[in-house]
């Protein structure tokens, strides 16, 4: 070849290593490109590593298991710093399995050598962020399953490139779908509002330029446009790309409006209209150069979705059009080549649509105005965070994750005559839709969308807490406003209330950022926790599943599917509510949240209920209390069944909350490591054998057998605080360890639009990086506690809102030295694995020792993060000892008794702490007062508790009250105040 190799020189490749046919080993990732030189030296004896810093030698990249087999995979090495000077003879492709023989199959391609300065720094943190990871992805093999949005932070409207103008799902393959010169191509510019592919887009509208000389062909694949990816900038503030046929187009967004700006390369200059589907209206005026319509185009899970409203400008006169449906054009006498369309959405009118555009992109306002606008929004959240010690794929990656943290959610409001509206998603609607105004009910206040909480709520949300409160302060209130306008927040914003997903998140989310000061609605924000709680849904895209008999039986059976997780989920969002309940009682004095605090804090322990002794593992119960499956025939690698996306080793750790009391269940502290020992060493197959209720292999399957982290699947949001239960189980070395492995393994291939191992589900992946990152991680959600972890970089520093700084620093930080030998906070020594909220958001410094051996720091007894529990025992939470027959105590609220007074049948001498009462499905036939009385011979009665003025707040109500002066009787009973339904009565002992 005979190539000179100079300070600069970089050698890159793509490669493909395949899995051998039914072989499960990753044998194939033993590979790399080698270099013979001249001289009779090779590359591979050099010393020479990757762009993560891993050897790039065939052993090297197979140890490092940085290569994903079946699929592609960019790697780069800055051969220059070990070989300048000397001559490329041959390039070889090196293999070298250390287990021996085996099959070996794969394909190579891209292969360049060159000389490539060293990256500089960017003047703009901005521009750091890199918009197409995570869309080389597909439903089979998720890497993010992003696309490539191009928005200001938390804005009302998306706006990306498509590559399949006919999909509300996957919107841009960044090479799936080349064409045949293997060139990805473009069919349209499209507003969108798409939370994730598996939920769909929704209100899209579509733009396409075209060079067409007549009238153009405004089919898809007719006005599609190839393009190469070093001619694309993809950037949170901006768009552009330049065709293979010349053709420039660029957008640059505000909140509810863009700017679209097409360069053309001759004097054909056409602009071509169209949508997903013909459920929408196009209108053209060719005189004024206006643009407007509507779009009813959703998904089937976007629920409540309204109708949107388009209104543009284009800057240039037009010659000629035509419209018909959806689809039309315009053609302009464009003198400069050049044609700018200023183009608005609402959800309330074509009026409000054109006033949007007036707030935000009034006549006159150039592009380089609204782009500069957007790119200053971005640095001011990015400049959050800065790092020393990064290689350019880990500012790629950190900067990338804080764009995605601000992308979602969105809001859904619009500044109305000086006041903020929204088209309620929530409610019914009270009129029909028309051209030009939505039949919506129009609700005032601020409102937000897309999200989903079982996704989020282990990262995302803390992460606004921690980063920015007053705006998470803006986003709860935006969620407890669907509370406040529909009855219920949603466990699934897509809009409205999707039913789909585990879990009323938003509990402990919300009650997470309480607990750490957040300034919110506190109080409506708890009584929507509550609702979710304690009531019978009136249908399944609410509330909790199972709540007709969970609150009585102490677990959600498996006549709810997947009511494992269901219960599991329960008892973390039961932590939080009873968090919040305790400082608002602190705050308020009133008793309600003190007994309902007590009430949730016992029913958060309820895990217990779901542990099977003899398998080892929680699994499900029925509603007498049998295993679904006979102990000794429990596998827990079967995956869905009882389980969420996940097996029983997936939810085996789903305590976070009393990670003291799970140990113990375990057989103690060390039992509890063992334990996390043995998940990370049980391998993931993704075999057919073990595909359990799903009926094949799912794409979470796969993606958690190629983290090789064992049953650790990162790629689903399940897994995320699995690592750190290391620090509860008193070997936070092992955290600190499987941290480090995770951050320099799982969110690589940013180069080539991958850069995430799952589904980056409204953020949760890049706030698990950014948390993981600086070294501590929000593991007990709703105790204002981190767990302390292994920091990436010698130095982070955090920009807080209060103006304050926290700094991380780790001096000797390093690819080897991820072990915490000593921590300092503010010139303290601290040993323990947790650190208070208070703590970081006051500012001030952690400063991490590190080097390359575990040591026994924070393996203290009394170092772990919080729990519930915090001796050696099991937790044995109250439940109810009342066995009756009747209505009132057969562990349903779908039936209820008119009663005047209930002798409880205790069955045995007991104390009461605390009873329930659940109301029947007419809450206006609930006592309002009554006396709880005691008695040891049934003839002498004492008042244990007295109420009055009491209420329920729905149907179905499940209310809590703590016994004011308790004691030990055979007897109890409950006297009203008159006749009155209930439902369900408990004596909690």
Same mark, same amino acid.
């Given at each position: 070849?005979?190539?000179?190799?100079?300070?600069?020189?970089?050698?890159?490749?793509?490669?493909?290593?395949?899995?051998?046919?039914?072989?499960?080993?990753?044998?194939?990732?033993?590979?790399?490109?080698?270099?013979?030189?001249?001289?009779?030296?090779?590359?591979?004896?050099?010393?020479?590593?990757?762009?993560?810093?891993?050897?790039?030698?065939?052993?090297?990249?197979?140890?490092?298991?940085?290569?994903?087999?079946?699929?592609?995979?960019?790697?780069?090495?800055?051969?220059?710093?070990?070989?300048?000077?000397?001559?490329?003879?041959?390039?070889?492709?090196?293999?070298?399995?250390?287990?021996?023989?085996?099959?070996?199959?794969?394909?190579?391609?891209?292969?360049?050598?060159?000389?490539?300065?060293?990256?500089?720094?960017?003047?703009?943190?901005?521009?750091?962020?890199?918009?197409?990871?995570?869309?080389?992805?597909?439903?089979?093999?998720?890497?993010?399953?992003?696309?490539?949005?191009?928005?200001?932070?938390?804005?009302?409207?998306?706006?990306?490139?498509?590559?399949?103008?006919?999909?509300?799902?996957?919107?841009?393959?960044?090479?799936?779908?080349?064409?045949?010169?293997?060139?990805?191509?473009?069919?349209?510019?499209?507003?969108?509002?798409?939370?994730?592919?598996?939920?769909?887009?929704?209100?899209?509208?579509?733009?396409?330029?075209?060079?067409?000389?007549?009238?153009?062909?405004?089919?898809?694949?007719?006005?599609?446009?190839?393009?190469?990816?070093?001619?694309?900038?993809?950037?949170?503030?901006?768009?552009?790309?330049?065709?293979?046929?010349?053709?420039?187009?660029?957008?640059?967004?505000?909140?509810?409006?863009?700017?679209?700006?097409?360069?053309?390369?001759?004097?054909?200059?056409?602009?071509?209209?169209?949508?997903?589907? @013909? =459920? &929408?209206?196009?209108? +053209?005026? !060719? $005189?004024?150069?206006?643009? %407007?319509?509507?779009?009813? /185009? *959703?998904?089937?899970?976007?629920?409540?979705?309204?109708?949107?409203?388009?209104?543009?400008?284009?800057?240039?006169?037009?010659?000629?059009?035509?419209?018909?449906?959806?689809?039309?054009?315009?053609?302009?006498?464009?003198?400069?080549?050049?044609?700018?369309?200023?183009?608005?959405?609402?959800?309330?009118?074509? @009026? =409000? &649509?054109?006033?949007? +555009?007036? !707030? $935000?992109?009034?006549?006159? %306002?150039?592009?380089?105005? /609204? *782009?500069?606008?957007?790119?200053?929004?971005?640095?001011?959240?990015?400049?959050?965070?800065?790092?020393?010690?990064?290689?350019?794929?880990?500012?790629?990656?950190?900067?990338?994750?804080?764009?995605?943290?601000?992308?979602?959610?969105?809001?859904?409001?619009?500044?109305?005559?000086?006041?903020?509206?929204?088209?309620?998603?929530?409610?019914?609607?009270?009129?029909?839709?028309?051209?030009?105004? %939505?039949?919506?009910?129009? /609700?005032?206040?601020?409102?937000?969308?897309?999200?989903?909480?079982?996704?989020?709520?282990?990262?995302?949300?803390?992460?606004?807490?921690?980063?920015?409160?007053?705006?998470?302060?803006?986003?709860?209130?935006?969620?407890?406003?669907?509370?406040?306008?529909?009855?219920?927040?949603?466990?699934?914003?897509?809009?409205?209330?999707?039913?789909?997903?585990?879990?009323?998140?938003?509990?402990?989310?919300?009650?997470?950022?309480?607990?750490?000061?957040?300034?919110?609605?506190?109080?409506?924000?708890?009584?929507?926790?509550?609702?979710?709680?304690?009531?019978?849904?009136?249908?399944?895209?609410?509330?909790?599943?199972?709540?007709?008999?969970?609150?009585?039986?102490?677990?959600?059976?498996?006549?709810?599917?997947?009511?494992?997780?269901?219960?599991?989920?329960?008892?973390?969002?039961?932590?939080?509510?009873?968090?919040?309940?305790?400082?608002?009682?602190?705050?308020?004095?009133?008793?309600?949240?003190?007994?309902?605090?007590?009430?949730?804090?016992?029913?958060?322990?309820?895990?217990?209920?779901?542990?099977?002794?003899?398998?080892?593992?929680?699994?499900?119960?029925?509603?007498?209390?049998?295993?679904?499956?006979?102990?000794?025939?429990?596998?827990?690698?079967?995956?869905?069944?009882?389980?969420?996306?996940?097996?029983?080793?997936?939810?085996?750790?789903?305590?976070?909350?009393?990670?003291?009391?799970?140990?113990?269940?375990?057989?103690?502290?060390?039992?509890?490591?063992?334990?996390?020992?043995?998940?990370?060493?049980?391998?993931?197959?993704?075999?057919?054998?073990?595909?359990?209720?799903?009926?094949?292999?799912?794409?979470?399957?796969?993606?958690?057998?190629?983290?090789?982290?064992?049953?650790?699947?990162?790629?689903?949001?399940?897994?995320?605080?699995?690592?750190?239960?290391?620090?509860?189980?008193?070997?936070?070395?092992?955290?600190?360890?499987?941290?480090?492995?995770?951050?320099?393994?799982?969110?690589?291939?940013?180069?080539?639009?991958?850069?995430?191992?799952?589904?980056?589900?409204?953020?949760?992946?890049?706030?698990?990086?950014?948390?993981?990152?600086?070294?501590?991680?929000?593991?007990?959600?709703?105790?204002?506690?981190?767990?302390?972890?292994?920091?990436?970089?010698?130095?982070?520093?955090?920009?807080?809102?209060?103006?304050?700084?926290?700094?991380?620093?780790?001096?000797?930080?390093?690819?080897?030295?991820?072990?915490?030998?000593?921590?300092?906070?503010?010139?303290?020594?601290?040993?323990?694995?947790?650190?208070?909220?208070?703590?970081?958001?006051?500012?001030?410094?952690?400063?991490?020792?590190?080097?390359?051996?575990?040591?026994?720091?924070?393996?203290?007894?009394?170092?772990?993060?919080?729990?519930?529990?915090?001796?050696?025992?099991?937790?044995?939470?109250?439940?109810?000892?009342?066995?009756?027959?009747?209505?009132?105590?057969?562990?349903?609220?779908?039936?209820?008794?008119?009663?005047?007074?209930?002798?409880?049948?205790?069955?045995?001498?007991?104390?009461?702490?605390?009873?329930?009462?659940?109301?029947?499905?007419?809450?206006?036939?609930?006592?309002?007062?009554?006396?709880?009385?005691?008695?040891?011979?049934?003839?002498?009665?004492?008042?244990?508790?007295?109420?009055?003025?009491?209420?329920?707040?729905?149907?179905?109500?499940?209310?809590?009250?703590?016994?004011?002066?308790?004691?030990?009787?055979?007897?109890?009973?409950?006297?009203?105040?008159?006749?009155?339904?209930?439902?369900?009565?408990?004596?909690?002992?």
């Amino acid at each position: 070849m005979n190539v000179a190799v100079g300070r600069h020189t970089r050698l890159s490749y793509r490669i493909f290593p395949s899995m051998a046919d039914g072989d499960l080993d990753y044998d194939a990732t033993n590979v790399s490109v080698d270099l013979a030189f001249t001289d009779g030296t090779y590359l591979s004896d050099l010393r020479a590593t990757d762009q993560h810093g891993f050897p790039l030698t065939p052993r090297g990249q197979g140890a490092a298991k940085i290569l994903y087999v079946n699929q592609w995979n960019n790697v780069a090495s800055r051969i220059g710093s070990v070989a300048a000077g000397k001559t490329v003879d041959r390039i070889l492709v090196a293999y070298d399995s250390p287990e021996g023989p085996a099959k070996f199959r794969g394909w190579l391609d891209d292969v360049t050598i060159e000389s490539v300065a060293p990256e500089r720094p960017k003047a703009h943190l901005s521009d750091y962020a890199v918009t197409t990871r995570g869309t080389n992805s597909s439903g089979g093999f998720s890497r993010g399953n992003n696309f490539p949005a191009t928005a200001v932070p938390h804005g009302f409207n998306f706006w990306t490139p498509v590559t399949n103008a006919g999909s509300l799902s996957w919107l841009y393959d960044y090479a799936r779908a080349n064409n045949a010169d293997n060139l990805p191509t473009i069919q349209a510019f499209s507003a969108s509002h798409e939370p994730s592919p598996w939920m769909g887009d929704r209100q899209t509208f579509q733009v396409m330029p075209s060079v067409a000389s007549g009238t153009p062909d405004l089919g898809r694949e007719a006005r599609e446009l190839a393009f190469r990816h070093e001619n694309e900038t993809a950037r949170p503030y901006y768009y552009g790309v330049r065709f293979e046929n010349g053709l420039k187009a660029e957008m640059a967004p505000t909140d509810h409006a863009a700017a679209l700006r097409f360069t053309y390369p001759g004097d054909d200059a056409s602009v071509l209209f169209d949508n997903v589907t @013909d =459920q &929408a209206g196009l209108s +053209l005026d !060719q $005189e004024n150069g206006v643009v %407007t319509g509507y779009s009813d /185009v *959703k998904s089937g899970l976007s629920t409540g979705a309204t109708r949107l409203f388009v209104y543009g400008e284009f800057d240039q006169p037009v010659s000629e059009g035509s419209s018909s449906g959806v689809k039309g054009y315009l053609r302009f006498k464009a003198d400069d080549r050049t044609v700018t369309l200023r183009l608005a959405t609402s959800l309330i009118s074509v @009026d =409000q &649509a054109k006033d949007n +555009l007036r !707030q $935000e992109i009034p006549d006159g %306002t150039s592009f380089e105005a /609204v *782009k500069k606008s957007a790119q200053r929004q971005w640095d001011r959240l990015l400049g959050k965070v800065e790092v020393e010690g990064a290689t350019p794929d880990q500012l790629t990656t950190l900067y990338s994750s804080l764009y995605r943290l601000y992308l979602y959610p969105n809001s859904g409001f619009e500044k109305v005559g000086g006041k903020y509206q929204y088209a309620s998603p929530f409610s019914p609607m009270p009129n029909p839709d028309t051209p030009t105004h %939505t039949g919506a009910k129009i /609700v005032d206040g601020k409102v937000y969308v897309n999200n989903g909480f079982w996704d989020t709520y282990r990262t995302t949300w803390p992460a606004y807490s921690f980063l920015t409160p007053s705006r998470a302060g803006e986003l709860v209130d935006g969620f407890v406003q669907q509370y406040k306008d529909g009855g219920w927040t949603s466990r699934w914003s897509s809009p409205g209330y999707a039913d789909l997903m585990t879990g009323t998140s938003s509990d402990v989310a919300f009650a997470d950022a309480y607990v750490k000061g957040v300034d919110f609605d506190a109080k409506a924000a708890y009584d929507a926790a509550v609702k979710n709680a304690t009531v019978v849904p009136p249908n399944s895209g609410v509330g909790r599943k199972g709540m007709a008999t969970s609150p009585f039986l102490g677990y959600t059976s498996t006549e709810t599917h997947e009511g494992l997780s269901w219960a599991l989920e329960g008892y973390l969002n039961d932590y939080g509510i009873s968090r919040m309940g305790q400082k608002l009682y602190e705050e308020t004095g009133e008793r309600r949240y003190k007994d309902e605090s007590a009430y949730f804090l016992n029913r958060a322990q309820d895990y217990v209920n779901l542990f099977d002794t003899k398998a080892g593992f929680f699994q499900g119960r029925d509603a007498k209390g049998d295993w679904r499956v006979e102990s000794s025939k429990y596998d827990p690698r079967v995956w869905g069944h009882d389980y969420t996306e996940t097996n029983g080793w997936g939810y085996a750790f789903t305590a976070p909350q009393d990670s003291r009391g799970l140990a113990n269940l375990y057989g103690g502290r060390k039992g509890l490591a063992e334990k996390l020992d043995e998940y990370f060493s049980t391998p993931e197959t993704a075999s057919p054998e073990f595909v359990g209720s799903y009926g094949g292999v799912i794409h979470e399957m796969t993606e958690a057998r190629d983290v090789r982290m064992g049953m650790y699947g990162h790629s689903n949001q399940v897994a995320h605080h699995a690592i750190y239960m290391y620090d509860a189980a008193g070997q936070p070395w092992k955290a600190q360890k499987n941290v480090r492995e995770v951050l320099s393994r799982l969110y690589t291939g940013s180069e080539i639009g991958q850069g995430y191992h799952g589904d980056e589900d409204n953020d949760e992946q890049s706030a698990w990086f950014l948390f993981s990152a600086l070294g501590f991680y929000p593991l007990v959600m709703g105790s204002g506690e981190y767990a302390i972890g292994s920091p990436l970089f010698k130095k982070a520093t955090v920009r807080l809102e209060n103006g304050r700084e926290l700094v991380v620093k780790a001096p000797r930080n390093s690819a080897r030295n991820v072990y915490v030998q000593g921590l300092k906070v503010n010139g303290r020594t601290w040993t323990k694995t947790s650190l208070p909220h208070s703590v970081v958001a006051g500012g001030g410094v952690l400063e991490f020792d590190m080097g390359p051996r575990p040591s026994s720091w924070g393996t203290g007894r009394h170092e772990a993060p919080v729990s519930i529990t915090r001796d050696d025992e099991v937790p044995t939470p109250r439940a109810d000892v009342l066995e009756g027959a009747g209505a009132l105590f057969d562990d349903t609220s779908a039936t209820d008794a008119a009663v005047t007074s209930v002798d409880l049948p205790a069955g045995e001498r007991t104390e009461a702490v605390q009873y329930t009462l659940t109301s029947s499905s007419d809450r206006t036939r609930a006592p309002a007062g009554w006396t709880l009385q005691g008695s040891s011979d049934g003839t002498t009665w004492r008042t244990l508790d007295r109420r009055s003025g009491e209420s329920f707040a729905w149907d179905r109500q499940t209310r809590a009250f703590s016994v004011r002066s308790p004691g030990t009787y055979e007897k109890y009973r409950l006297v009203l105040d008159g006749e009155s339904t209930l439902a369900e009565v408990e004596l909690l002992s």
